[in-house]
């Protein structure tokens, strides 16, 4: 057992975001996902929060030799921190570390620092491919901030990951956003993220 993991909770979910083909769904237990922003990126992105009565799906997935480079480059806008509480079916697994942004260094999404509908887009198409609608239907319900300003970016993704989702998934994903009273701009020029 020489590898870390990590829980991925969003874009991490997607599997054709990553490399790291030793991954099974997994469900961690006192966290819950967020919206938020940094000064680090200007769009905004998700992050999760303590919350002791909370459970979110997501995904664990090894990080050979806790090689972390890659992937906290990727994530370097969040800190890495090891979480006990993951449940998942795979036999024994190392450590288990996810990405946060902790209190103080982050703040709620606005105009200026937006959702991006791309990034949503690949988080859905994650969460549709390993827990199927229910899934879907879980990360709306376990995440907070469906308030914040949401860039329609879909015609010019800014997302950097971004993937072409069919279009019965972007349907789903406006249907649920609808429901939630979402506010979705644009499209608009966006710096990149």
Do not use: C
Request: proline fraction near 9%; charge should be negative; glycine fraction near 8%.
């Amino acid at each position: 057992m020489n590898d870390a993991w990590f829980f991925g909770y969003g874009s991490l979910v997607n599997r054709a975001t990553h490399a790291h083909d030793q991954a099974h769904p997994a469900l961690l237990t006192g966290w819950r996902r967020v919206w938020r922003h940094t000064t680090l990126r200007p769009i905004a992105f998700l992050t999760v929060i303590p919350d002791p009565d909370a459970e979110i799906d997501g995904l664990i997935a090894a990080v050979p030799g806790a090689d972390w480079t890659h992937l906290d480059d990727r994530e370097r806008a969040y800190d890495r921190v090891s979480v006990p509480d993951v449940r998942h079916g795979t036999g024994p697994v190392g450590d288990i570390h996810l990405y946060t942004i902790p209190d103080g260094k982050h703040g709620r999404p606005d105009r200026l620092h937006p959702v991006l509908l791309s990034y949503i887009d690949v988080v859905v198409e994650g969460y549709l491919n390993e827990f199927g609608t229910d899934g879907v239907d879980r990360f709306f319900a376990t995440t907070d901030g469906w308030d914040a300003p949401i860039a329609d970016d879909r015609k010019k993704p800014r997302y950097p990951r971004h993937r072409n989702v069919p279009a019965t998934v972007q349907r789903m994903i406006d249907v649920r956003l609808s429901d939630r009273g979402a506010d979705v701009i644009g499209p608009e020029p966006l710096r990149n993220p």
